[in-house]
């Protein structure tokens, strides 16, 4: 078994702009790729999890979905990196009609994508990180066994400065974005072993 970086999408490997409801709206960090590209080198899988709820909320199709993730997938590949998985949830419990309204188990922070991935993939839970810029992506984290790194990108650097001081468990690791964060996990995890 594998440990796993899970990567949010929005505000951690892109540029948070709100629904990304058409792909031309879909703006990758410039350092994403090298992140990514650093996992794959040190024996991390990286997998992509994210909340999609525009497509409860009726803002955009499922497809549009397809369509991001297949750029994002192309952008990766151009500079040497691979995804391992691309997990989301298109669900909002109360928004919207069936089958996209519903209690789902796979809204962040709940853990059904990562669950998904884990029986897919075959992932170490105690030795992967969940690296977003909500206190959801790192409510995920401890919910599984894992740990949660924030990234000041995105809703980041405002969540560290007036939501973590009241926050019950502070962040295993906060880094500048998902490049930092990704180096210090591998330096980590270098130390560990
Ligand atoms: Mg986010
Ligand atoms: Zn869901």
């Known amino acids: 078994m594998k440990p796993a970086i899970f990567m949010d999408r929005d505000g951690t490997l892109s540029h948070e702009v709100g629904y990304v409801n ?4 879909f703006r990758p960090y410039p350092w994403s790729v090298d992140a990514v590209r650093l996992a ?14 525009g497509v409860a909320r009726g803002y955009f199709p ?12 192309a952008t990766m590949e151009a500079g040497g990196a691979r995804l391992d998985g691309i997990y989301f949830c298109p669900h909002h ?14 809204r962040k922070p709940r853990p059904g994508l990562v669950r998904r991935a884990e029986s897919d993939l075959g992932i170490d839970l105690a030795r992967s990180f969940v690296v977003g ?34 926050w019950p468990r502070k962040p295993d690791l ?8 990704v180096q210090r996990i591998v330096s980590e995890a270098g130390t560990r072993t």
């Open 133 to 166: 810029d909500r206190i959801g992506d790192l409510e995920l984290a401890w919910g599984v066994g894992a740990k949660g790194v924030l990234v000041k990108s995105g809703y980041g650097l405002g969540e560290l400065t007036y939501n973590v001081p009241s």
């Open 62 to 73: 499922e497809p549009v979905i397809h369509e991001v993730h297949a750029s994002l997938v």
């Open 93 to 106: 419990p109360t928004v919207g009609e069936p089958p996209y309204r519903k209690d789902c188990d796979c």
């Open 40 to 53: 794959n080198r040190s024996g991390f899988l990286a997998v992509v999890v994210t909340n999609q709820a």
């Open 174 to 181: 906060v880094a500048e974005n998902i490049l930092e964060a």
């Open 22 to 25: 058409h792909v031309s709206r």
